[in-house]
C-alpha cells in the first residue's frame, strides 16, 4: 500500500504557543487529506479534510482558527494548533486519499502532541 | 446523520478460539466499508475493504468480512485467533452520494481485542 509520513511522531510544547505538523504522501499525489484527532483508548474523529489549493473543510465544532490546515502541494497537508492549551494534548493522524483506483485513505503514524 | 456502530468494546480470548466483531452503520444509501487494526504504537492498517461484489470479503492476516445490506453490518471474523492479533479494531463507513465521493470515513468506537497466549 501507498506510504504516509508525519512529522514529528512526537511533540511537547507549552501553553501558548503554536505547533506545526506535516503529513506527506510519498508515492503518490493526494488532492484531499483528512485530519483526525484521537483519544487515549477512543475512536478517531474526524477534525477537517484538506483540499489542495483551496480552504479546508472542517468537522462542526472544531475551530478553524485554531487548527489552521494548508494543503500547499499534492504531497504536504500541514496542521498548526495555535495558542496550544493543555487540552489541545491528543494523537493527531492524517490520512491521504487515494483516487487513483479506489478511495482508500491512507493513514500516517500520528504525531503526539502534550502541551505542558 | 450517518453512525459506526461497534457492539463489542473489549474482546478477551484465548489463542486459537474464534472471532467475530460486530459493525453496524445507519445509511441507507451506497456505501464502502472498511475494517482497520491498530497494533500497539503503530499506525493504522487496513485489514480488507468492501466496495461491491462478492460481500464476503478476506483480508490479511486471514481475517475475512461479511456485508449484509439488509442488516447494514459488515461483522469482521477470524477463525482461530494469534496472541499477535492483540490490537484496536475499527470498522470504517465511506458514504456515497451520487456521482460524489468526498472519501470521508466514519469511524466506530473502536473494539479492543487481547488474545492470551
Known amino acids: 500500500g501507498a506510504v504516509v509520513s508525519q512529522h514529528p511522531s512526537w511533540v511537547i510544547c507549552k501553553s501558548g504557543t503554536s505547533v506545526k505538523i506535516e503529513c506527506r504522501s510519498l508515492?503518490?499525489?493526494?488532492?484531499?487529506m483528512f485530519w483526525y484527532r484521537q483519544f487515549p483508548k477512543q475512536s478517531l474523529m474526524l477534525m477537517a479534510t484538506?483540499?489542495?489549493?483551496?480552504?479546508?473543510?472542517?468537522e462542526q465544532g472544531v475551530e478553524k482558527d485554531k487548527f489552521l490546515i494548508n494543503h500547499a502541494s499534492l504531497t504536504l497537508s500541514t496542521l498548526t494548533v495555535t495558542s496550544a492549551h493543555p487540552e489541545d494534548s491528543s494523537f493527531y493522524i492524517c490520512?491521504?486519499?487515494?483516487?487513483?483506483?479506489?478511495?482508500?485513505?491512507?493513514f500516517g503514524p500520528g504525531t503526539r502532541l502534550t502541551v505542558t | 446523520a450517518q453512525s459506526v456502530s461497534q457492539h463489542n468494546h473489549h474482546v478477551i480470548l484465548s489463542e486459537a478460539a474464534s472471532l467475530e466483531l460486530g459493525c453496524n452503520y445507519s445509511?441507507?444509501?451506497?456505501?464502502?466499508l472498511f475494517w482497520y487494526v491498530q497494533y500497539p504504537g503503530q499506525h493504522l492498517q487496513l485489514l480488507l475493504k468492501?466496495?461491491?461484489?462478492?460481500?464476503l470479503v478476506k483480508g490479511i492476516k486471514g481475517f475475512e468480512a461479511e456485508f449484509i445490506k439488509s442488516k447494514f453490518s459488515f461483522n469482521l471474523r477470524k477463525p482461530s485467533v494469534q496472541w499477535s492479533d492483540t490490537a484496536e479494531y475499527f470498522c470504517?463507513?465511506?458514504?456515497?452520494?451520487?456521482?460524489?465521493?468526498?472519501?470521508?470515513?466514519?469511524f466506530g468506537q473502536g473494539t479492543t481485542l487481547q488474545v492470551k497466549p
Open positions: 508515492d503518490f499525489q493526494a488532492t484531499t
Open positions: 490520512s491521504a486519499l487515494d483516487t487513483r483506483a479506489s478511495y482508500e485513505q491512507y
Open positions: 484538506s483540499n489542495e489549493g483551496s480552504k479546508a473543510t472542517y
Open positions: 445509511y441507507g444509501g451506497t456505501v464502502n
Open positions: 470504517a463507513v465511506n458514504a456515497k452520494r451520487g456521482s460524489g465521493n468526498t472519501g470521508k470515513l466514519i
Open positions: 468492501y466496495f461491491s461484489g462478492d460481500p
